[in-house]
């Protein structure tokens, strides 16, 4: 299972970090990847991380403020989040799969979180 955290309000041009927990299955053979849904607004993909090479991947509208981060030890993955801005404001899910393709073309996973709301003010 995943359990996410670390949502919260915060001002533009604020910062938070989200944390998701894993257990229950092999960590270091997962892909993990962030989404988020805003209100009225289809869920959309935000970042992935491959934890066998740590290769990371990001959507446009969050590159150069986002960085997504793993340790295998703690069988975490992070989203440090910067330079935050209202249209950032959703429901923010962790989600896991073996497939990295898979959760980034299909937003297909074995496992989600139940997730975590961010809210940056203007």
């Known amino acids: 299972q995943l359990q996410a955290s670390g949502g919260g309000l915060v001002q533009t041009g604020g910062s938070l970090r989200l944390s998701c927990a894993a257990s229950g299955f092999r960590f270091v053979d997962y892909s993990l990847c962030w989404f988020r849904q805003a209100p009225g607004r289809e869920r959309e993909r935000v970042s992935c991380?491959?934890?066998?090479?740590?290769?990371?991947y990001y959507v446009d509208s969050v590159k150069g403020r986002f960085t997504i981060s793993s340790d295998n030890a703690k069988n975490t993955v992070y989203l440090q989040m910067t330079s935050l801005k209202p249209e950032d404001t959703a429901v923010y899910y962790c989600?896991?799969?073996?497939?990295?393709?898979?959760?980034?073309?299909?937003?297909?996973?074995?496992?989600w979180g139940q997730g975590t709301l961010v809210t940056v003010s203007s």
């Open positions: 989600a896991a799969d073996p497939q990295l393709l898979r959760l980034w073309l299909k937003a297909e996973a074995d496992y």
């Open positions: 991380i491959r934890n066998v090479d740590r290769s990371a």
